[in-house]
């Protein structure tokens, strides 16, 4: 699909911003091979992961198999064949160490694979970890795992910023009936299971750098996935087990020790990783202008009174709905790290690119506010403009 002038005017000034930022950093000269020194290969006790995409997904995986557990990623033929063949390389800061380090995954002790959806059976899995951006999860295969993962009983942890339907069945007094029509298709979430659901916060900010393999991820905002709790501590123990073994894993960094950012934590209460909202309603989904899109600092920054009114809206609608104000992450500290989010979101980018669909978060909880009996003017204005690139970028492809 060929994009509009204006479209390629933002792709051309997004990979100069992230050139840039590169030069900036001298990654070329600085990134260093980063080896692991732990126990040893883990065998007894470990588990088997199953992520179901290798974007994002890569560094939740790079984190598991450092600890010493074993994953198999879930992606297109191309990507699972470079994978296979050369590995994963997240490239990351490391705090107290000076420029990137290069994490690559046939040097850690777990076991990293990579293949199509149709070419694994979901029960050789303790766990799986739902990283595909919702609208992906309809395609054909992917559909046809989930329903395998749902009747092999597998406990699943989305890291997907638009919370699974199932996830939602857990707070209480939700109808979550009335949310479908937010999801791509809410039909590939009825056959799961609410009590083996569970959702984490995609908290850390990464993305595949211009003109590298698809295998090499880079991470900018290394803060931490922040899980809820399984409705069981049989599965919930398996959350705490991963938490455990990534805290307690060391690296040399070739001049010392040191501990690898973006840690796991779990938490008692479902609605922790529903902090992510107020980020997300605030900074995120603000990047879509009428006919462009600005970065995420821009969209923070550029009207920071306003930017805090839907933020702390979107906690007092999380509160209502069951969450202690302890869950929700202080908008100072938002307000901070934005600073640093000098690209437009994900969803932003995938617009302009001519993505007929995104994760709708914003209409979620638009809609979720307006059976409170609540609205605000700048989300209704968000969810306006958004609704209009889709219209638009549908239109395109039915041209």
Not at 104 to 120: E, M, N, T
Not at 335 to 356: D, T, V
Request: proline content about 6%; hydrophobic content about 40%.
């Amino acid at each position: 699909m060929l994009l509009t002038g204006t479209s390629r005017l933002f792709f051309h000034n997004i990979t100069k911003v992230i050139k840039k930022e590169n030069k900036r950093n001298n990654v070329a000269s600085r990134i260093r091979p980063m080896t692991v020194l732990t126990g040893g290969n883990k065998v007894a006790g470990s588990y088997n992961i199953l992520l179901l995409g290798a974007s994002y997904g890569s560094l939740l995986a790079t984190k598991i198999i450092l600890a010493g557990h074993n994953a198999r990623l879930i992606c297109l033929t191309e990507e699972a064949d470079l994978i296979n063949k050369e590995g994963t390389l997240v490239r990351m800061p490391v705090k107290g160490r000076e420029g990137l380090f290069d994490v690559k995954s046939v040097d850690l002790p777990g076991k990293l694979s990579a293949s199509g959806p149709g070419s694994v059976n979901p029960g050789d899995y303790d766990l799986a970890v739902l990283a595909m951006q919702e609208p992906q999860y309809r395609s054909s295969g992917v559909r046809e795992l989930l329903e395998g993962l749902a009747k092999s009983k597998v406990p699943c942890m989305s890291i997907m910023n638009m919370p699974p339907l199932t996830y939602l069945k857990r707070i209480e007094g939700l109808d979550t009936d009335k949310y479908r029509a937010s999801y791509a298709d809410a039909t590939v979430w009825d056959a799961l299971d609410p009590s083996l659901m569970t959702l984490c916060s995609p908290d850390p900010q990464a993305f595949r750098p211009p003109d590298e393999p698809v295998n090499v991820l880079q991470v900018r905002l290394p803060t931490n996935f922040k899980s809820a709790r399984f409705q069981s501590d049989e599965h919930t123990n398996i959350l705490r087990k991963l938490e455990t073994d990534i805290e307690a894993a060391r690296f040399d960094t070739g001049s010392g020790m040191a501990e690898l950012p973006v840690k796991l934590r779990v938490h008692e209460s479902i609605f922790v990783p529903m902090a992510k909202w107020c980020m997300l309603l605030a900074g995120n989904y603000r990047c879509v202008q009428q006919n462009e899109m600005r970065t995420i600092k821009d969209a923070v920054h550029s009207n920071l009174v306003e930017t805090q009114e839907v933020y702390e809206w979107v906690s007092e609608l999380c509160v209502s709905l069951g969450a202690a104000p302890s869950d929700m992450v202080p908008f100072e500290k938002y307000a901070n790290a934005a600073e640093s989010l000098i690209s437009p979101s994900s969803a932003a980018r995938a617009l302009a690119a001519g993505a007929p669909n995104i994760e709708r978060v914003d209409r979620l909880v638009q809609s979720i506010a307006a059976n409170k009996g609540r609205n605000l003017v700048a989300v209704d204005r968000t969810v306006a403009l958004v609704d209009d690139w889709i219209a638009k970028n549908q239109q395109k492809q039915g041209d």
